[in-house]
């Protein structure tokens, strides 16, 4: 069972999403909850030793070793919003900020994390091809499932998300998916990341799915450090 879970609570009406691009983004939002005391991350993080070191002892070293291997090396990420990222140069304009803060109050109305993020980034070459990333980080059992069930929150919102199909993640592990999305404004690629530590989506108009997932992945090597 994920510490990150999908909510099950009723979100409230978010503002409209200012449209960057031909159709807005929608996600059901709400301004996300107060960050935890950093005394409830330690005691969570002494849980989580806790019942790692139970399993040794029902499990055996061997199948510990496997299990537990990725959840300590992956689980305290952290996930920054650089000014400049793969190539991309981050919109700090008044109406790329609301956009971001849509995006990131619909997403922690969803997942709670410990912390949560929202950016939009420009392509010097294409006005047209915006680059929006959002998520943030937690503890994650199962961070398949929990990508899963975002990519399943993003089809109710915009369509069905179609061709998705299983990436390289890069040198930080984990999961990494990309499928295609359509509406007013034609097709986007959508992709997400998932490991024990961060869960974190991207959306890019006018981009074609592999394109987007090597451009993802550059970007979450720049964004992830642990």
């Not at 990519?151 to 592990?173: K, N, R, W, Y």
Request: proline residues 7%.
């Amino acid at each position: 069972m994920s510490h990150g879970h999908l909510s099950e609570r009723a979100v409230n009406e978010a503002p409209e999403p200012v449209n960057l691009t031909d159709e807005p983004i929608r996600l059901d939002g709400e301004d996300p909850a107060p960050e935890p005391r950093r005394a409830g991350v330690r005691a969570r993080r002494r849980r989580v030793a806790w019942l790692l070191a139970t399993a040794v002892g029902l499990a055996g070293a061997g199948a510990f070793g496997t299990v537990a291997w990725p959840i300590f090396q992956q689980q305290d990420a952290t996930i920054g919003s650089p000014a400049q990222l793969a190539g991309l140069a981050r919109d700090d304009s008044e109406p790329a900020r609301s956009t971001a803060d849509y995006l990131r109050n619909g997403f922690a109305a969803n997942i709670e994390v410990d912390q949560s993020f929202g950016a939009v980034y420009r392509d010097p070459a294409g006005e047209r091809r915006p680059v929006l990333v959002f998520g943030g980080t937690t503890l994650l059992w199962q961070p398949e499932r929990d990508l899963d069930s975002l990519f399943g929150l993003m089809a109710d919102e915009t369509g069905h998300v179609s061709g998705l199909q299983h990436l390289s993640p890069g040198p930080l592990g984990g999961v990494l998916k990309c499928g295609t999305t359509s509406g007013l404004g034609g097709e986007f690629a959508v992709c997400g990341w998932a490991d024990h530590g961060s869960v974190v989506m991207g959306l890019f108009p006018d981009h074609p799915v592999v394109e987007a997932g090597d451009l993802f992945r550059t970007m979450r090597n720049e964004m992830q450090t642990r």
